[in-house]
């Protein structure tokens, strides 16, 4: 990730069902409209943060979302997701990332989504230790 600057943080967001999942990207979409982030690119990464949250709470049985206001070097300023979680991990993260592949009988258009909504995606995941994405969305110059 490119920030620059320990970030302003909220409380971390306890996700163990549908309900915590939406009240995520609700949390979301407050603090990115407070960094100028509206409109269609809002929806589209408030869809983001629903995926990823529910991808917590389906296979791994809940997780923790922290939202924090960053800015990187070149000033621009937005919002980051960190979830985590302490599930089983992704057993194979490049197939889970092609459009297509479901480990839960779905579309398969989860994780390659949340690449095309949010302008910075990493995700680590191990077996031992579970799975752990960041996102980032920058506000428009």
Do not use: C
């Not at 390659?112 to 994405?133: C, N, Q």
């Amino acid at each position: 990730m490119s920030e620059s600057r320990q970030p302003d943080r909220l409380a971390p967001i306890e996700v163990r069902d549908r309900a915590d999942a939406l009240r995520a990207a609700a949390m979301f979409r407050t603090l990115a409209a407070s960094v100028t982030i509206r409109g269609i690119p809002l929806d589209l990464a408030s869809t983001a943060v629903i995926e990823i949250a529910q991808n917590m709470v389906t296979h791994a049985g809940g997780g923790t979302i922290e939202l924090s206001v960053v800015t990187d070097d070149a000033g621009r300023t937005g919002v980051r997701v960190h979830a985590e979680d302490h599930g089983p991990g992704i057993e194979d993260l490049d197939s889970a990332l092609q459009e297509g592949f479901s480990s839960s009988g779905g579309l398969g258009l989860g994780l390659p989504g949340v690449y095309r909504l949010m302008d910075e995606v990493e995700i680590v995941s191990k077996a031992t230790t579970g799975t752990v994405v960041t996102m980032v969305k920058w506000a428009p110059a």
